[in-house]
C-alpha cells in the first residue's frame, strides 16, 4: 500500500492529518471523521491512478476487498466523501455520457438500462432527471438506472452542451409531423414527455435528431 503513494502525496496528507490534531484540537476528532479522511486519501489515489476505460478499477467489490469492510460501507464512504471533500475537478455530465455506450435497451419493457457504478454519479443523475420532471424508476440493485426511451434521450441530449437546442426541437418539429403544432416552449421543457404522449417511436424520434444531436447514435445502435 505505502508504494501506491508518492513522496509529495504522503506530504501532503500527513499535513492534512496535522491539521487534525495540532491546532488545538488534539484527540477532538472522531474516529468516523479520521476514517472518513483515509478513505479520501486512498481513494483519491485510487483514481489518479485510474488507467482510461478501465470502469472498475474503484469498484466497490474492489475497494471493499483491499481494505476488508463491506461494499456497502465502501459506497456509504463514497457518498459522505463527496459531501465533505468534494471532488474539484468532477464533472458528471461528463462522465454520465461517456458510459451511455455501455447501456442496454430491454425490448419487453422499451427501457433503456445503463450500471452506474459510482453512487454519486448516480445521485448527479437522478436529481437532474427529476428537476427535469421526467421518471426513473427505482431498482432493487441501486447501481442500475432505468429509463423509458425518450426520457433517457432527452436526458442524453440535455446534457451534451455542444447540441442546440433551438435547432434540435425546429428539427424534430419540422420532421415529424405530431410535433408540427406543438409549443416550443413545452418541447423544450421536456420533449420526451411529449412524444411519449403523443405515440411517436424511438425511432422516429431518433431519426429526426441524430444529424444534431450525434450523441444519441449509439442508442440508436441498441435499439435499431
Known amino acids: 500500500m505505502n508504494n ?3 513522496e509529495e502525496e504522503k506530504i501532503k496528507y500527513f499535513d492534512e492529518i496535522c491539521e487534525k490534531y495540532y491546532r488545538k484540537n488534539f484527540s477532538l ?3 468516523s471523521e479520521m476514517d472518513l479522511l483515509m478513505f ?5 489515489n485510487k483514481l489518479k491512478r485510474k488507467k482510461s476505460g478501465d ?3 474503484d469498484s466497490d ?3 471493499s476487498k483491499e481494505l476488508g469492510i463491506t461494499q456497502s460501507r465502501v459506497r456509504n464512504l463514497k457518498i459522505k466523501k463527496e459531501l465533505v471533500y468534494p471532488e474539484q475537478n468532477y464533472d458528471w455530465k461528463e462522465q454520465f455520457l461517456n458510459l451511455i455506450s455501455f447501456a442496454q435497451y430491454d425490448e419487453q419493457t422499451k427501457k433503456i438500462i445503463m450500471n452506474i457504478p ?5 445521485i448527479e443523475i437522478e436529481n437532474h432527471i427529476e428537476q427535469r420532471g421526467l421518471f426513473i424508476e427505482k431498482q ?4 442500475l438506472l432505468q429509463v423509458r426511451v425518450e426520457y433517457f434521450i432527452e436526458l442524453v441530449i440535455s446534457l451534451d452542451e455542444n447540441i442546440s437546442q433551438d435547432d434540435l426541437i425546429e428539427n424534430m418539429k419540422a420532421q415529424i409531423s405530431e410535433l408540427s403544432s406543438v409549443d416550443k416552449k413545452i418541447m423544450k421543457k421536456g420533449f420526451g414527455k411529449v412524444v411519449k404522449e403523443k405515440g411517436i417511436s424511438s425511432i422516429e424520434l431518433l431519426s429526426a435528431i441524430v444529424t444534431i444531436a450525434p450523441a444519441v447514435q449509439p442508442i440508436i445502435a441498441m435499439i435499431s
Open 61 to 63: 467489490y474492489l475497494l
Open 118 to 122: 459510482d453512487p454519486n454519479l448516480q
Open 29 to 31: 476528532t472522531s474516529k
Open 140 to 143: 432493487l440493485n441501486s447501481k
Open 40 to 44: 479520501k486519501f486512498f481513494y483519491q
Open 55 to 57: 470502469f472498475n478499477a
Open 4 to 6: 501506491e503513494f508518492s
